[in-house]
């Protein structure tokens, strides 16, 4: 099993920035994907970013390339996500995820087999 929780959601501006954060705890996959992905109300689930074990390999969506960064600290066990140039279309939950495998698949949420419980990040305009 694999733990996940989320932390760093909040309040914060257009243009603003935000670091969210993923501790991870238990079973951990040394080849393996992290990723992060989003939900607005009344919207699907949406890939965000995603990393493989060693840090060397990233996606990220099209909607925040250039804006957010994903990276990860193995000696921590931690994933975050830094969101600049924040906008309001940015406003969801944002969910850490954790697979067994990383390929190009790792952008599909179906692939995931353990999330945190969410963290809300909020872009007022």
């Known amino acids: 099993q694999v733990q996940l929780r989320e932390s760093g959601g909040g309040l914060v501006q257009a243009g603003g920035s935000l670091r969210l954060s993923c501790a991870a705890s238990?079973?951990?996959?040394?080849?393996?994907?992290m990723g992060w992905f989003r939900q607005a109300p009344g919207k699907e689930r949406e890939f965000v970013a995603a990393i493989n074990w060693s840090g060397t390999g990233t996606y990220s969506a099209d909607s925040v390339k250039g804006r957010f960064t994903i990276s990860r600290d193995n000696a921590k066990n931690t994933v975050d996500l830094q969101m600049n140039s924040l906008k309001p279309e940015d406003t969801a939950v944002y969910y850490c995820a954790a697979a067994p495998l990383w390929y190009s698949g790792s952008v599909d949420a179906r692939n995931y087999n353990y999330w945190g419980q969410g963290t809300q990040v909020t872009v007022s305009s």
């Open positions: 238990g079973r951990t996959f040394s080849s393996g994907a």
